[in-house]
């Protein structure tokens, strides 16, 4: 079919190369189905406002249901359109005739047209990501409940800090990603508005009915203003800002699995078939899986930058450069799905070298606080003193009754002996279990709050 936009105000002698550079074909993939369905909605509600004649509508019908039910010829999709919309509609007129589907277009432009396929498509690409979430809280949640006593090393500035459980680690995340669905969810409501019947910013004097079309789009109601219809790019820059902020903490997680599959730490082996080999060194398993995310990571926040850098200049209302978005927003959510489903399977599929974790999460005198918590609490010290002697203590190299009075004396004049302090105490206090079954406040790593952590998730899980 020849391009039916290119009989009137200008030529048709375009090089191949300002075809190619002009068209959105790439990205209109993605919409190419959606768009028959707009095109459908809005047909019948031509028709239903009289705005186009019964036997015109059938016949354009006709083909439209066609394209819906076996799928779009790769020739909408020709360079030679500049973008999907141009080319279904040069097919349509081809099928049917210029005189029938020459008035498919009325009330209607490209640029509703796109802002409404995007957002239909994009509801769908959100409502499986948010499934997603919820598969990989899913796993995390069972993985936990398996391991709530499974001691490990916390740390911050990745020195062993506290010890903690595989669990509490395992909740942090989801709670993160609790946070994830909250946040598509949310921009899902803004989302779910329909931006047709806008037509090329300043409305239609056609009588057209934009609640009707929203409804048979499945939208819940209809986006107001119609300059803000066809220019406003918020939402989905806030689409592509939640996909970043999901692949950042992916990223955080995959630097984790990375770390713990090295073999200096060994806390986890990754399944096979999340992990590569070399081809030179035979005897290598490399985490490739995880690398693979960290870097889409990158990218998905490169696409954030992009998206907001196209638009930050532009004046209203539409402006061609929006079309050179749409690449980023489609990247960003397949990229977030397929991390989504690799995550899920590859935390699901490890082996967690519970003990290995055990023989660390008590090294470097990471039940050194418990210690000045238990002079505080049973022996009435201020906890800056406490704090002082244990780590003095440290300083010396050697944790025992004798070495903390030999500090406490030296530092605050104070004798823990005559407290009453013991190596017993001493000994109870440095025990991994005893320090992190004593933090069993709220969302802290004793096993009875995380236990109690994990059944609120699960039945909160269970709601979204
Ligand atoms: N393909 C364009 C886009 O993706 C929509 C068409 C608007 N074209 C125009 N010349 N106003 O944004």
Known sequence: ?????????????????????????????????????????????????NIIGREAAEKIMTVLLDLHENGLPDSVFNEKFEDVHAGIEALVIEKTGIDT??????????????????????????????????????????????????????????????????????????????????????????LDLCPLGAAAFASTGYPIDREYTAELLGFSGVLENSMDCVA????????????????????????????WSSSFVNFIELADEYCSTSSIMPQK?????????????????????????????????????????????????????????????MIDTATFNTERMNEEAGKGFSTATELADVMVREFGLPFRTAHGITGRAVRMKKIDIDTLEEAAVEMAGISLKKLGMTEEDVKRALGVAYSVNERSATG?????????????????????
């Open 444 to 464: 802290g790593p004793a096993p009875e709050a995380v236990m109690a952590s994990i059944a609120g998730k699960t039945a909160a899980l269970k709601e979204d």
């Open 101 to 190: 589907g020459g008035r498919l277009h009325m009330g209607r432009s490209r640029n509703d047209e796109v802002a409404t396929c995007a957002r239909v498509r994009l509801k769908t690409g959100m409502a499986e990501i948010m499934a997603g979430i919820n598969k990989v809280r899913d796993v995390l949640i069972e993985k936990a409940g398996q391991n709530t006593e499974s001691y490990m090393p916390g740390f911050t500035h990745l020195q062993h800090a506290q010890p903690t459980t595989l669990a509490h680690y395992m909740m942090n995340y989801e709670q993160v990603f609790t946070r994830d669905f909250e946040r598509f969810g949310d921009a899902y409501l803004r």
């Open 1 to 49: 079919s020849k391009d039916p936009l290119r009989e009137g105000r200008l030529g048709d002698g375009r090089p191949p190369e300002v075809w190619s550079y002009l068209s959105s074909r790439e990205a209109d993939r993605f919409i190419g189905d959606a768009d028959i369905l707009v095109d459908i909605a809005h047909l019948l509600m031509l028709e239903k406002q």
């Open 285 to 345: 398993k490399n985490p490739d899986c995880a690398e693979i995310m960290r870097g889409k990571a990158g990218s998905v926040l490169g696409a954030l930058t992009a998206s907001m850098t196209i638009v930050k200049g532009l004046p209203m209302s539409y402006n061609r450069d929006l079309q050179d978005l749409w690449p980023h927003l489609w990247r960003s959510v397949e990229d977030v799905k397929a991390s989504l489903a690799i995550i899920a399977g």
């Open 232 to 259: 406003g790019r918020d939402v989905f820059i806030e689409v592509i800002s939640a996909c970043s902020i999901l692949m950042t903490t992916l990223s955080r997680m995959c630097e984790e699995l990375i770390l």
